[in-house]
């Protein structure tokens, strides 16, 4: 069974960065394209990124891109969102996913397995 395991969220400034990490175990990481997804209170989940199987061209949110960035190290069982200028609407529990398909969806249906989440809060 694989399991997803999110670390490195917190409390940052507007404007600040940090980077959420997914530890994967219980799979081949190079087996699964991986997306993050986030969820802010109220508020439907949506995606933020997702990442092909090897590496290469990343997708992105419109409302991140430019400031996020999601790789993924297949030899370490990881993947991680790198976020700059983070601003309080990007406040969310942040989720990694990992999708058995071959082709990278954007839609978190698509998506088979997932982690129990990272908090990220932006203050103003």
């Known amino acids: 069974q694989v399991q997803l395991v999110e670390s490195g969220g917190g409390l940052v400034q507007a404007g600040g960065s940090l980077k959420v990490s997914c530890a994967v175990s219980g799979g081949t990481l190079s087996n699964y394209v991986m997306g993050w997804f986030r969820q802010a209170p109220g508020k439907e989940r949506e995606f933020v990124a997702a990442i092909p199987r090897s590496g290469g061209t990343t997708y992105l949110a419109d409302s991140v891109k430019g400031r996020f960035t999601i790789s993924r190290d297949n030899a370490k069982n990881a993947v991680y969102l790198q976020m700059t200028s983070l601003k309080p609407e990007d406040t969310a529990v942040y989720y990694c996913?990992?999708?058995?398909?071959?082709?990278?969806?954007?839609?978190?249906?698509?998506?088979?397995?997932w982690g129990q989440g990272t908090q990220v809060t932006v203050s103003s």
């Open positions: 996913a990992a999708d058995r398909r071959i082709f990278v969806s954007t839609n978190g249906n698509s998506y088979d397995y």
